[in-house]
């Protein structure tokens, strides 16, 4: 229980630092991200080429979820 605590405190900072709101906090989790990974991916003044995390997020998710989709409409192609 007290790793339970400790996940949401890190997930909650995660969440403060980053500028996420809760569908995009759900995003990464459900992808298995882990929230020190999140606060590392911040990027700084001179990375500007960087993406911010939540639209990191985001992209990462959309990218996953089309790759998902193509998947099974392959495997139900093939089992025709």
Request: glycine letters at 2%; one cysteine or more.
């Given at each position: 229980m007290?790793?339970?605590?400790?996940?949401?405190?890190?997930?909650?900072?995660?969440?403060?630092?980053?500028?996420?709101?809760?569908?995009?906090?759900?995003?990464?989790?459900?992808?298995?991200l882990?929230?020190?990974?999140?606060?590392?991916?911040?990027?700084?003044?001179?990375?500007?080429?960087?993406?911010?995390v939540?639209?990191?997020?985001?992209e990462?998710?959309?990218?996953?979820?089309?790759?998902?989709?193509?998947?099974?409409?392959?495997?139900?192609?093939?089992?025709?």
């Open positions: 007290a790793s339970n605590i400790k996940k949401d405190a890190e997930w909650a900072e995660a969440k403060k630092k980053c500028r996420l709101n809760d569908e995009t906090l759900k995003m990464a989790r459900a992808m298995g882990n929230p020190r990974s999140l606060i590392k991916n911040i990027p700084s003044p001179s990375q500007q080429w960087k993406a911010p939540s639209t990191w997020i985001r990462m998710y959309q990218e996953r979820m089309d790759k998902a989709r193509q998947k099974k409409e392959r495997k139900e192609i093939s089992a025709e």
